[in-house]
């Protein structure tokens, strides 16, 4: 079996699809993206395909990943690796389907029957994430996550810090103890107030919160450690084991979140598991992304022993087909229930594509950009 072509598809809302086609008629489907830089990433697979991957026999992943990586000079960062991540992907595809495994069982099998998700809420109105809040929890999820805040300054006075604090505060108290809650702090905040807001949050007992140093920063998580009641959490910007290994060594974090269209795919998350076991460190998986960027990340959680909960960017809970479900072929592979999802038994991973549909969706104008945030006096803050 070789490699014969590929296709890419840049489909809404922000999503890019790839699909790898072999001699022997199976096909595998990945998903290499960088939020708003869909077109740069595009242009990375497409070097990987021209200059290595086509003729290739699909089935040598761990090979086609080393050459991915090590046969150039310069290596790592988010579109590289969001490059491999993608490619990796379809190739545990048609792996699977090859064997007639689902991924997981070629991993080395399951460690849990169901997966844990969690939901993101929002942060910036009070009152509109709280009755978000709520319908999630009424929908059966036990596990939830806000933004702390929009964008600070570096430091920050009382006003501000008190608005942070009530906020969330005002959610929690709107859903029961028996829903977990998380925050995240998107970089968006320094060191200082890092080190102030970790201390004030730790009374609500959150699940974690979420990078509270942008990934440049992160020798300075030691101390926010040291002064916070609460597990922290990162690594949605990390992207590989190399990056991670500082994360690792100075013990400052409870919870890793390696994205699986991100952090070099399948293959990679999951050595970035094991590492993260070796030192007594979750894993949950960030996946703001579309149905096979999910399926891939649910095929790795099923099998690894440290998980905690799964992200995920569209609705799961709903019967209502939205906008990542018209991807699907047949019915939605992903099935809610309680806060869990069910695992993907199916061959590969675990979904069917509806190539019709993303042919169809590809030729709309998908040129997503995050927004440009400004502080008061004009000057450039973190989004």
Known sequence: MQ???YELYEVPPRWLFLKIETSTGLVGWG????????????TAVEELFDSYLVGKD??????????????????GGPILMSAIAGVDQALWDIKGRHYEAPVYDLLGGKSREKIRVYKWIGGDRPGDVASEATRLAEAGYTALKMDATNQTRHVEGREVLKGIVSRIEHVRSEVDDSVDMAVDCRGR????????????????????VEEPVLPENLEHLPVIANQSGTPLAAGERLYSRWDYQPVFEDSAIDVIQPDVSHAGGISEMRRLASAAETHDVAVAPNCPLGPIALASSLQVVTHVPNFLVQDHGFDVHSDARGPAHEYLAGESPFVFDDGYLD?????????????????????????????????????????
Not at 31 to 42: D, F, H, L, N, S
């Open 343 to 383: 695992t993907l038994d199916e061959p590969g991973l675990g979904i069917e594509i509806d190539e019709s549909v993303v042919a169809e969706k590809s030729t709309m104008e998908t040129d997503w950009h995050n927004p440009i945030w400004r502080h008061e006096d004009g000057s450039i803050a973190d989004w």
């Open 31 to 42: 998903e290499p993206i960088v939020e708003g830089r869909a077109k740069t990433v595009r």
């Open 3 to 5: 490699i014969t072509g």
């Open 189 to 208: 905040v320094s060191k200082s107030m890092a080190k102030t807001l970790t201390r004030r949050l730790t009374e609500f007992d959150l699940l974690f």
């Open 58 to 75: 699909p089935l040598r992943i761990e090979d086609h990943w080393q050459a991915m990586y090590r046969g150039g000079f310069y290596r």
